[in-house]
């Protein structure tokens, strides 16, 4: 599903009137019409007694008269008070339009001086129609105030247009204070800010309406953000043949662990074989191999020879580990993953990432420590590989601060899979995958119970098991990332502590709801 920035929405709006010359009053109507009708559905389903609009002097204020209009219209059941945070005679030309035509209704409108002037009843539904896509810098006074007191009105329902009012919609930051919405109808197309942190704590339940902008201007515009959903997801499940083995189902090379943090492979391989990968293949020295057996027999561990008590892997033998890699035929490698770093192991993932890169898979954890102490020498020399960077490492890759990837977290994205030329996945709430070309996919699964230690690596495995698999690099670390997300979402059900170990294993269940099709996005209403 393409999602909208602000200004593309706007361009959009802009060329359809001008190219068709469809008046914007026409949208607007269409807009409030949604509404409308959306409000009716929720006064009835939670048998609510009247409806409270709160509009701003723009075009969604404009949104929110035409709804009071069109909902007097089809039904008498429910008193409407609209409340303009505007002085009329400064609305702009379709928001002034419709306040007349609203003037001849029976709708109470009342002009608001104060927070005072408005009152919200218990079983109201406030319909929140202040600000929208215009939104250009932090809430304050008196729109504040009526945000605040729509956030504590008790035992009511709130339905915002288009955006919650204070969430910027190209980003999903909250600009200063915005209303916390049960419902929001987001016109025309889904805007990108509503599918992101913090935003998607603001919004309820997701619809989005159609107000008559034609698919075919929606495909002129080159539109780069997309959400993934279910209907992605079923195309880049991979499949196995009946006739496969364990070679062809695809193997796994891993290079992960030290002495102090080998469990991190452990469940880097796990991933791999638990999203069906056929074979993993981790070289190791022998006293790390007999540990790992016990834990994960499945996995094959040549050995290695190291002479250092710290790392199991030197320079010297990356050369050859590369090649054992392509003689027993890997199809995907995860590098990284409990590495630690160190001049030589920075040494060792310079040359076993450039041994290997005919193979290419999954650059994690330490590894990405690694590149970014070297991070011109890297520029532009990651294709065929996939990063997983959590904030911190994304950071340290752009030579930037993880507030401010966090703050920018599509700019950031983007930033790694065009300087690296690589895809890049940026973990975290709502994980962003980009690729070179600049588009960015939006995640919906997962949440905060899969912040628990050794995630990222059964993330890297499940990444690299789908990759050995289909041999597609976007698609496999779109398909890994919501089915990790998934897997955690289907935990998280029954109990909030979960363990990476339990992720693993709930990634075959995940396939299956999907491939059923029974995943639907929880914060969606429709698909
Ligand atoms: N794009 C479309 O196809 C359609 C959009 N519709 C609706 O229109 C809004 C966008 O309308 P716009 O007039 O551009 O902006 P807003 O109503 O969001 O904002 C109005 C106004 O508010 C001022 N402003 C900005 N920030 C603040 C602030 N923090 N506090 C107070 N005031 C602020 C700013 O000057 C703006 O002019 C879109 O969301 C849809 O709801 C249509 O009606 C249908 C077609
Ligand atoms: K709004």
């Known amino acids: ?49 009247q409806v409270i609009i709160l509009c701003g002097g723009g075009n969604n204020g404009g949104d929110g008269l035409v709804a009071a209009r069109q909902l007097l219209s089809v039904s008498s059941a429910y008193p409407v008070t609209v409340y303009l945070l ?10 002034l339009y419709n306040y007349r035509v609203l003037k001849n209704t ?113 495909e002129a515009f080159p539109i780069k953000d997309i959400l993934i959903t279910p209907h992605l997801i079923i195309e880049y499940l991979p499949e196995r043949n009946p006739d496969v083995h364990k070679i062809s189902a695809g193997v796994v090379g891993v290079i992960a662990g030290s002495p102090s943090m080998l469990g991190a492979g452990i469940l880097a391989s796990l991933g791999a074989y638990c999203a069906g990968a056929g074979m993993v293949v981790w070289p190791l020295p022998f006293s790390a191999a007999s540990l790992v ?24 033998v990356a050369e050859f580990l590369g090649k054992n890699f392509a003689e027993r035929k890997c199809r995907s490698l995860i590098i990284g993953p409990g590495l630690g770093v160190s001049p030589a192991t920075s040494f060792f993932v310079e040359k076993i990432v450039q041994a290997s890169s005919h193979i290419g898979g999954v650059i994690d954890a330490d590894a990405l420590n690694c590149i970014a102490g070297e991070r011109q020498l890297w520029k532009g020399r990651l294709s065929g590989w996939i990063i997983t960077p959590h904030h911190g490492e994304a950071a ?20 790694l899979a065009d300087y690296f030329q690589c895809i890049a996945v940026l973990k975290g709430p709502a994980t962003l995958i980009a690729d070179p070309s600049g588009n960015i996919f ?8 899969l912040a628990t230690a050794g995630s990222g690596d059964v993330l890297s495995g499940v990444i690299a098991g789908i990759l050995a698999q289909t041999g597609k690099h976007l698609e496999s670390a779109i398909c890994g990332v919501f089915l990790h997300g998934l897997a955690g979402d289907m935990l998280a059900r029954n109990k909030k502590e979960i363990t990476a170990k339990e992720i693993a294993y709930q990634i075959p269940a995940a396939k299956k709801v999907v491939r059923d099709g029974q995943y639907r996005i929880p914060f969606m209403d429709g698909d």
């Open 1 to 49: 599903m393409h999602l909208v920035t602000s200004d593309a929405m706007q361009k959009i709006e802009q060329h359809l009137c001008q190219q068709y010359g469809i008046d914007t009053l026409l949208l607007m109507e269409n807009a409030g019409k949604n509404v409308a009708n959306e409000a009716l559905s929720i006064l009835k389903e939670k048998n609510l007694k």
């Open 86 to 95: 505007a002085n009329p005679e400064k609305l702009k030309k379709d928001p």
């Open 106 to 218: 029976s709708a109470r409108i009342i002009e608001v001086a104060s927070v005072k002037d408005i009152e919200i009843y218990p079983q109201s539904l406030v319909i929140d129609a202040l600000l929208g896509t215009g939104l250009s810098k932090p809430v304050t006074g008196l729109y504040r105030e009526t945000v605040e007191k729509i956030n504590s009105a008790r035992d009511v329902f709130v339905l915002s247009v288009d955006v919650p009012s204070g969430i910027n919609a190209t980003s999903g930051a909250v600009m200063g204070s915005s209303v916390k919405a049960d419902y929001t109808v987001t016109l025309g197309l889904p805007k990108r800010g509503l599918f992101v942190f913090p935003a998607r704590e603001y919004t309820g339940k997701i619809k989005v309406a159609d107000i008559g902008i034609p698919i075919i201007l929606q």
């Open 293 to 316: 057996k016990i834990h994960l027999p499945e996995v094959v561990t040549p050995l290695v020879e190291s002479t250092q008590a710290q790392r199991y892997y030197m320079p010297s």
């Open 396 to 415: 340290r890759l752009l030579g930037s601060s993880p507030k401010e990837v966090a703050e920018n977290r599509f700019e950031a994205v983007k930033q």
């Open 442 to 449: 939006v995640n919906p699964t997962g949440g905060p119970e």
